[in-house]
């Protein structure tokens, strides 16, 4: 009563794939150049920058990232002064932040001595 198999079971194999492509796909989401999720204003003009600037980005929640590592508000001084001042700054807010905290956060990058300091935006 041995019975020969003939064909190969393809089911398992498409279970896996399937698994993997889900994988993949969910993970691709997070692999993007902007991984802080911020919820930008929109403008309708908007200025297109040639050189690498220093990004800061402050979330809905408060959150302050400087180029996408999260630091405390007081460390922002300690963290921008090794830079060149010549260096442009980018702030990026989400739209829902409180203008008092942009503004406080903008101060502060200036009175350490940056002068290129920008806000970036979604062109509408």
Do not use: C
């Not at 993949?24 to 150049?33: G, K, N, Q, R």
């Not at 204003?41 to 220093?54: F, H, L, N, V, Y």
């Not at 260096?87 to 503004?103: G, H, I, N, S, Y």
């Amino acid at each position: 009563m041995e019975r020969e198999v003939d064909q190969i079971n393809v089911i398992p194999l498409v279970d896996i794939m399937l698994v993997l492509l889900v994988i993949v796909l969910t993970t691709a989401t997070f692999i993007t150049t902007r991984q802080i999720p911020v919820n930008l204003a929109k403008a309708s003009t908007s200025g297109d920058r040639q050189d690498r600037p220093i990004v800061v980005t402050v979330t809905a929640e408060g959150r302050v990232f400087v180029d996408d590592r999260v630091i405390d508000e007081e460390q922002l001084e300690i963290v921008l002064a090794p830079h060149p001042r010549h260096l442009p700054v980018l702030v990026r807010a989400d739209k829902v932040t409180r203008l008092e905290r942009f503004v406080v956060i903008v101060d502060r990058i200036r009175g350490l001595g940056f002068q290129q300091v920008s806000l970036e935006v979604v062109r509408t």
